[in-house]
Each structure stands twice: as C-alpha cells, then as structure tokens.
C-alpha cells in the first residue's frame, strides 16, 4: 500500500526548488538527500532529493534533475509515496497507523459482525469510522470501546453501548 508523506507545492525560488506539505511524522530521515521518493503520478518520479532544507516552517526540497523555476512548477500537486512495508512497525503494542486499520473487519465482543473500518479520523480523540449497511457510525478508539485489535485475524473487536452502533436505536 503507498502512503503520502508528502505533496509538492509551488516552486520556491529559481534554482528548481519547490515547497512541500509534509504528511510525515520524520521529515528529516524521509527527506533527506539521496533519499529516492516514488509519485503519484508516477510518471512524475522517482525523484530523488538532492536538497533540503527549511524556510521558517515550510520545507523546501531540490530533486535532482530540476533546475529551474519551470521545471520545479511542472511538479507542482505531486504527491510523494512510500510503501507501507518501509514503516518500522510501533514500538507500543496499543498503538497502529492508520493503513493498519483500516479495511480491518468489526465484530461486537459476542461476535455479531458490524462492518468494515473505512477511515480513522484524528481530531482531538481518534475515531473509527465504520461502513455498516445503514451507513457510517464512528466509533472513538479508546480501550474501553476498543477492547481487540488483532491485526493477524484482520478483525476489530467493540465492546459499545446501546445507541452507538445504531444511532437510530433507542436506549
């Protein structure tokens, strides 16, 4: 599976140099110079860093082989991908990535099946987002709702209140 760790902006300057959205949690190692990136588009790479550096907050990247201003512009909305299987795996047994969730199968902790986890979100709580055939429901990832992750077995177990599987029910 690719992932995004990052997407190319507008160019930056007249030496080929463009600005880049980091989608990473280490933009130093995953950036660095002679580090070969894959695209999407793919025909728009590999790429290979030539340079780096920041500009207040904003990363800004030299690929070999762009020059100039023209060359860097052609790039621009370029997505930068990895695959998966280059993501050390986390150190904390509780913790996952997202692409490790997600298309994982849900089942309640009496084995009745749920869905499919089709997304995660991240704002202020982490939340499963899961396709039921009633719709979407979103599930906060916390252990006492989240008691199971097997990622061998491809399954979630959720142990959830009345109501939260079916917001239509209820309670």
Do not use: C
Request: net charge negative.
């Amino acid at each position: 599976m690719q992932l995004v760790v990052g997407r190319i902006g507008r160019p930056h300057g007249i030496r080929g140099e463009v600005t880049v959205e980091v989608r990473t949690d280490d933009p130093e190692s995953r950036f660095a110079p002679g580090t070969s990136l894959a695209t999407d588009p793919a025909g728009a790479g590999p790429l290979v860093v030539e340079r780096m550096r920041w500009n207040k907050n904003i990363l800004v990247l030299g690929f070999e082989g762009v020059a100039d201003r023209s060359e860097a512009e052609e790039l621009r909305d370029t997505m930068l991908v990895i695959d998966s299987s280059e993501i050390p795996p986390p150190g904390d047994p509780d913790e996952f990535y997202d692409h490790q969730l997600i298309g994982l199968s849900v089942v309640t902790v009496t084995g009745e099946a749920v869905g499919e986890i089709v997304d995660v979100l991240h704002h202020g709580q982490d939340l499963l987002v899961i396709q039921r055939e009633q719709g979407e429901v979103l599930i906060p990832f916390v252990k006492p709702l989240v008691p199971e992750v097997d990622l061998d077995a491809k399954r979630v177990v959720v142990d959830a209140p009345p109501g939260l599987l079916d917001p239509g029910e209820t309670v």
